[in-house]
Nanobody
Framework: QEELVESGGSVVPPGASLKLSCTTS????????MAWFRHVPGNEREFVAA????????YYADSVKGRFAISKDAALNTVYLEMNRLKPEDTAVYYC???????????????????WGQGTQVTVSS
């Protein structure tokens, strides 16, 4: 099983910025859309952002558009999620994910998504 490893989660105050990282193998990075999801206990796992492997096409949930930015470094097989103007409702476990099909990701077809990381906790609290 290929591994996706997230890092960067922390406790920050409202309005702060935070950057998450997800590193994987070249095999996964070069052949899949890379994405971020988040999960709050009691809710469904929610799509946050995604980026194509073949171009810089990006995709965002409406709830984060204009505040969050997804990017990648192909040399490091790493995808990032820059989160700005954080709100308490952004508090969640953030998961890195990968799949060949963007609709599987953006429509949050959770059981069909091929690769998942272990998650990193982001807490926005004063």
């Amino acid at each position: 099983q290929e591994e996706l490893v997230e890092s960067g989660g922390s406790v920050v105050p409202p309005g702060a910025s935070l950057k998450l990282s997800c590193t994987t193998s070249e095999r996964v990075f070069a052949n899949n859309f890379m994405a971020w999801f988040r999960h709050v206990p009691g809710n469904e796992r929610e799509f946050v952002a995604a980026i194509a492997w073949f171009a810089d096409n990006t995709y965002y949930a409406d709830s984060v558009k204009g505040r969050f930015a997804i990017s990648k470094d192909a040399a490091l097989n790493t995808v990032y999620l820059e989160m700005n103007r954080l709100k308490p409702e952004d508090t969640a476990v953030y998961y890195c994910a990968a799949d060949k099909y963007i609709t599987t990701i953006t429509r949050a077809r959770i059981p069909e998504i091929t690769f998942w990381g272990q998650g990193t906790q982001v807490t926005v609290s004063s």
